[in-house]
C-alpha cells in the first residue's frame, strides 16, 4: 500500500507529535474496508490454486485473522464450512461465504441486573431496542422459534434474583430483559457486539446514578429472524474438571501481575483488556524499551511449545483418522447390509434393482474396509511411538526429549529408536491436513540448525512488533481513552497469548529453581527474561557455528548450566 510505504519512506522525521500519528491513523484508517475486501478477495484466488505457495499460506493465515476480527464464533465458522464442504460446494465462492457470511440483522437479548426500567433507552440504542421483564403467560413477539428460550433467559434471571435476595436482604432487587439489534455474519458474532454494545449504553445511565452498580448477567440469547435458528451463550466460557495452579513456586513480588493477568482475562471489553494485558508485563518490570529481550525469551517458549504441541496434535489426528474411517466403513456396512436383505426378500425386477445397488453398496464397503485396516496400522505405529515417548493412558507426553528424539532420529541410533522414527514417518504418511504438513515442516527445520535459528529469530522478531503493538494498544485505551478499533478482537487475543506465553516460561522457571545453580537462583522476573534472552542469542550462534546441539526441550526455559544441554 503506497500510503504505508509513504509513512515508512519518512520514517520518525514524519512523526514528529501525537497530531501526526492521529493524521496518519485517520488516513490508514480509510483502507480497513478495502484491505480486509483485497484479503478475502486473495485467499479465494489462493483457494483455486492461484499464487506462489508462500503466498497462499500467508493468505489462509490473514483470512483467519479476518474472521477473528469480524467475531466469527469458531464452532459456528466450523459448522458453515464442515456444511459447505459435506455438500461438495468446494468452489472458491462457496468457502469464502461460509467463512465469511454477509451481515445481517440479529436480535440479541440479554438481562441487566440492578434496575426494572432502562429510560430513554430508543434514544441511545435505536427504536428497535425494547427494555421490560416478562409477565407470566405474556406473549413474546419478534423472537420467532427462540421464544421458549427467551422466556426462559426471563425465568432465569427472575430465579437468580430471587436466590440473591434470600441470600442477603441488602441486593437490588430488580432486573430487566434488553433485547435489541445488531449487524453481525453469524449468531456468535452478534452476541459479543451486542453485549459490547449494552455495556457502552449502560455506561450512560451509571454515570447518570452514580449509587447504583447496573451490570449485565453472563448469559446472552441471539436469534437470526431469516433462518429461525437462535443461540444461547455465557461470557465468560468457563472451563471444566480439576484445576491446578502454574507453579506454587511463584516469587510475591509476582502476585501483581498475577492478579492484573487474571483481570485482563476475565474484561470483556477487549481493548481495555489488551491494554491490563501490557498492564501485567509491566508489572513484571517490562518496560516498552524491553520488547525485544522479552520477544527473544518468548521465542525459546514457543519453539519449546510448538514441539510439544505437534505431539499432541499427532496423536489427536491419528485417532480422528482412525474413529472417521471406522465410522464410514460401519455405515457402509450397514447400508449394504440393508439392501442385501431388501433384495433377498424381494420379488423380480425390483429385486434385480436392489441387488445391483446392494453389490454397489458392497463393492464401497469393501473399499472402506481397506481403508480402515490402513488407518488401523496407522493406529499402530503410533503405539511404537507411544512406547518410545513413555505415552501413558492418559495421553500425557512426561518427557518431551524423547519425543524429540524420535523427530529428530539420525541413521545410527539404536534399534528401539530407529524403529520408533520409522513409525512416525509412517504415520506422518498416512495423517494428513494441516497436523502432516507441520509434522514434516518440523522433521526439516530440526534436521537444519541454520534453517531453525532462522525460525527463532524470525519468532522473536514477530513477538516484539506484537509487543511494540501491545504497547501502544495500552496508551491509546488507557491514557487516550478508546475503547474500540477495527482489530480489537484480534488485539484482546494476541495480547492475552503474550501474556499466557510469559507466565508459561516463568512459572518453568520458577518450579525447577530449587535445583538451579547458585547463580540462577533468587532472579527477578525481569532478570529471568533477560537471562533467557541471552540464552536464545547463545544458542542461536551454537546453530549457526553448525555445532551439534542436543537440545533438551524440557529445561529450554528453565534454570540449567546450558540451555541445550541433557547433563
Not at 468446494?90 to 454477509?102: E, G, M, T
Not at 441486593?171 to 458474532?189: C, E
Not at 519468532?459 to 495500552?474: G, I, P, Q, S, V
Not at 525481569?526 to 551454537?542: K, S, Y
Amino acid at each position: 500500500m503506497d500510503a504505508l510505504k509513504n509513512i515508512e519512506a519518512r520514517g520518525r522525521p514524519g512523526l514528529n507529535s501525537a497530531a501526526d500519528c492521529a493524521a496518519q491513523a485517520h488516513l490508514l484508517a480509510g483502507w480497513v474496508t478495502q484491505v480486509c475486501t483485497a484479503v478475502a478477495d486473495g485467499f479465494a484466488e489462493a483457494w483455486q490454486g492461484a499464487g506462489h505457495q508462500d503466498a497462499r499460506e500467508r493468505l489462509a493465515l490473514e483470512m483467519a485473522a479476518l474472521c477473528v476480527i469480524e467475531g466469527r464464533q469458531h464452532q459456528l465458522l466450523n459448522d458453515d464450512v464442515r456444511t459447505e464442504l459435506s455438500r461438495g460446494n468446494r468452489d472458491a465462492d462457496s468457502i469464502k461465504k461460509a467463512l465469511l457470511p454477509v451481515e445481517r440483522d440479529l436480535r440479541v437479548a440479554v438481562v441487566v441486573e440492578g434496575t426494572s426500567r432502562l429510560e430513554s433507552l430508543t434514544g441511545l440504542m435505536g427504536p428497535a431496542a425494547a427494555a421490560a421483564g416478562i409477565a407470566p403467560g405474556a406473549p413474546v413477539v419478534g423472537w420467532g422459534r427462540a421464544t421458549a428460550d427467551f422466556k426462559a433467559l426471563a425465568d432465569l434471571a427472575e430465579a437468580a434474583c430471587a436466590a440473591r435476595r434470600a441470600w442477603s436482604g441488602d441486593q437490588a432487587s430488580g432486573y430487566t430483559l434488553l433485547a435489541f439489534t445488531v449487524r453481525a455474519r453469524d449468531l456468535g458474532a452478534a452476541a459479543l457486539l451486542g453485549r459490547r454494545q449494552a455495556s457502552e449504553a449502560l455506561d450512560q445511565y451509571v454515570a447518570g446514578q452514580r449509587l447504583a452498580e447496573i451490570r449485565l448477567r453472563p448469559e446472552t440469547l441471539a436469534h437470526d429472524p431469516h433462518s429461525g435458528r437462535g443461540l444461547k451463550v455465557a461470557v465468560p466460557v468457563l472451563g471444566s474438571g480439576p484445576v491446578r495452579p502454574l507453579t506454587t513456586n511463584w516469587p510475591a513480588t509476582l502476585r501483581e501481575s498475577l492478579r492484573t493477568a487474571h483481570v485482563a482475562r476475565v474484561t470483556e471489553a477487549p481493548t481495555t483488556a489488551a491494554g491490563l494485558c501490557w498492564a501485567a508485563l509491566e508489572a513484571l518490570d517490562v518496560k516498552s524499551q524491553d520488547t525485544g529481550i522479552l520477544g527473544r525469551a518468548l521465542s525459546l517458549q514457543a519453539f519449546r511449545q510448538q514441539v510439544i504441541d505437534l505431539q499432541q496434535r499427532t496423536r489427536t489426528a491419528a485417532a480422528a483418522a482412525v474413529s472417521a474411517t471406522r465410522t464410514a466403513h460401519r455405515a457402509a456396512q450397514r447400508a449394504a447390509d440393508q439392501l442385501e436383505a431388501a433384495a433377498s426378500s424381494a420379488k423380480r425386477d425390483h429385486a434385480a434393482k436392489l441387488a445391483e445397488k446392494a453389490a454397489q453398496a458392497r463393492a464401497s464397503e469393501l473399499q472402506r474396509h481397506a481403508a480402515l485396516k490402513r488407518a488401523l496400522e496407522t493406529e499402530s505405529h503410533h503405539a511404537v511411538v507411544d512406547a518410545w515417548t513413555g505415552i501413558g493412558n492418559d495421553g500425557k507426553l512426561r518427557d518431551p526429549d524423547r519425543w524429540l528424539d524420535v523427530i529428530t532420529s539420525p541413521a545410527d541410533a539404536d534399534p528401539a529408536l530407529r524403529a520408533a522414527a520409522d513409525a512416525l514417518a509412517a504415520v506422518n504418511d498416512r495423517i494428513g491436513g494441516d497436523t502432516a504438513k507441520r509434522l514434516r515442516n518440523w522433521r526439516t527445520r530440526l534436521s537444519d540448525l541454520d534453517s531453525l535459528a532462522d525460525w527463532i529469530e524470525e519468532t522473536a522478531a514477530r513477538f516484539e512488533k506484537n509487543l511494540d503493538w501491545l504497547y501502544a494498544l495500552r496508551n491509546t485505551a488507557l491514557h487516550d481513552g478508546r475503547f474500540t478499533s477495527a482489530t480489537d478482537l484480534l488485539d484482546v487475543h494476541g495480547g492475552r497469548a503474550l501474556v499466557d506465553l510469559t507466565l508459561e516460561f516463568l512459572g518453568n522457571w520458577y518450579r525447577h529453581e530449587g535445583a538451579a545453580a547458585p547463580e540462577q537462583s533468587g532472579l527477578t522476573a525481569r532478570e529471568v527474561i533477560a537471562h533467557l534472552a541471552d540464552r536464545q542469542q547463545a544458542l542461536i550462534a551454537e546453530m549457526k557455528s553448525g555445532k551439534p546441539t542436543p537440545w533438551n526441550v524440557t529445561r529450554l526455559t528453565s534454570p540449567t548450566p546450558i540451555g541445550s544441554g541433557r547433563a
